[in-house]
């Protein structure tokens, strides 16, 4: 009987070396101890560390450079106009309505000015409003807080 020995595949050998490695590797760190752990990683968290605080000195930088801009330029437009209000959160963009010289307009301006410096609520004027029968801009619907709030917020005050 002819009997040959079977070489190890190349690929079984291969797979035994890596496990091989991965046991020499795993032995070495259980003999390290933890102190030696440590001493290895520590360049490497001083260094994350360091680079962290960079990246914090940067950003902080960036939004006093930001907070500074904005401020130059709430600075340039209120030396432009002395009387600007402004609003950093303004309401979505509204068509002046075409009336605003309507005498009806002017008298329902008057009669929002007049309350507001009394300090009535916009509630309170659109009750007003509604009580003395004094009709939408649309002659139809009826007053509202927001209503008159908005009205408020395009009227300068004369």
Known sequence: ???QKKRPSRKLSCRNEQANQQQRETETIH???LA???RELTPSIEDFLEKSAENQRKM???D???AESVSRIADHLISKKPNIHLNLYPAPFRKKSKKSGDTH????KKIIQRMRKRLKTYDEIAQFLEKENIPTFTKRGRWHAQTVHRLFQEYPES
């Open 36 to 38: 030696e752990i440590l």
């Open 31 to 33: 003999d390290l101890s």
């Open 1 to 3: 009987m002819n009997v």
């Open 64 to 66: 006093v450079q930001f």
């Open 105 to 108: 307009h002017q008298k329902v």
């Open 60 to 62: 902080v930088a960036a």
